[in-house]
């Protein structure tokens, strides 16, 4: 019977890749020699797998030189091209599983601002006479068991009706459509906004060309972002996304999970209202708060 024989060339791919390997073996961290080993052999079958020839590697490694030199302090190039290739969403979900009644998390996003300032209860967030269709959203901050937690911190930020966020357009003042609002003893929290719109990632660097190389738009469903953290349990990062918005389906860096749509209800003056309860996991599992 014949034996299957590996040829000259895949014996010495094979080897160099063991030799790699072998050379990893001396990591002193182990989930670092872990992570690195996997990734030596997922690149290498990959390389394989698609018979990477020289000019192509060079392309890649030009991309990703670009790529860095297009990260500036208001735009993370990189965490928008791992947007893109939907491995945020995939890293969120393998961190922040949707157990025991709690909200499901979402991807931050490269446009959070830590340090907005905190916000009467039923503030807005929008200056004055921005143009926009007015929104009200209201919740509850509770437990997974439903008790509600009172003095937790309700983080918000969004585009505004231009589609761009305030560290995006210089027309914008500082901290505009974001706020931080504490919940009060029932667990309540309320602010006024705009609805939030569709928008195009930044497309006029590298990423923006590789969507357009591959097919695909640049656009993001309509969403409002929020930060949900209280003492003694997970901080949550979500987003409430317009279950009517045109890209529901298609948002462009994976972020859409169905339990976040939401609908925005018309309300007696006219404007709209989102009602938005948000469940936090214990720290620990035998928590009672």
């Not at 231009?162 to 929290?189: K, S």
């Amino acid at each position: 019977m014949r034996k299957n024989v590996m040829n000259p060339d895949a014996q010495a791919r094979h080897e160099l890749t063991r030799t790699v390997l072998d050379r990893l073996e001396a990591t002193p961290d182990p989930r670092l020699r872990e992570v690195m080993s996997s990734l030596v052999r997922h690149l290498h079958a990959f390389a394989v797998d698609v018979g990477l020839r020289e000019e192509e590697w060079l392309a890649g490694i030009v991309f990703l030189t670009e790529t860095g030199r297009t990260c500036t302090p208001t735009r993370q190039e990189f965490i928008l091209l791992s947007d893109t290739l939907g491995l945020s969403s995939l890293v969120d979900d393998l961190g922040h599983p949707a157990t025991d009644g709690a909200t499901e998390s979402t991807i931050l996003g490269p446009f959070y601002v830590p340090g907005a300032p905190f916000r009467e209860s039923g503030a807005s967030i929008a200056a004055a006479g921005l143009d926009g269709e007015p929104l009200l959203v209201t919740g509850e901050v509770a437990t997974t068991a439903g008790r509600p937690i009172a003095g937790a911190v309700v983080d918000v930020w969004q585009t505004a009706p231009n589609g761009l966020y305030d560290v995006q357009d210089d027309g914008q003042p500082e901290f505009h459509l974001r706020g931080r609002f504490r919940t009060d003893d029932a667990g309540r929290y309320d602010f006024r906004t705009v609805r939030p719109v569709s928008y195009p990632i930044p497309a006029d660097g590298p990423v923006g060309r590789l969507l357009a190389a591959t097919g695909r738009h640049p656009w993001r469903a309509a969403h409002i972002h929020l930060i949900v953290s209280a003492p003694g349990h997970h901080t949550l990062t979500t987003t409430i996304f317009d279950a009517e918005d045109p890209y529901i389906d298609s948002d462009a860096v994976f972020g859409v999970k169905r339990s976040r749509r939401h609908v925005f209800r018309r309300s007696p003056d006219g404007g709209l209202h989102l009602e938005e309860h948000i469940r936090l996991r214990p720290e620990t599992p035998d928590s009672t708060t």
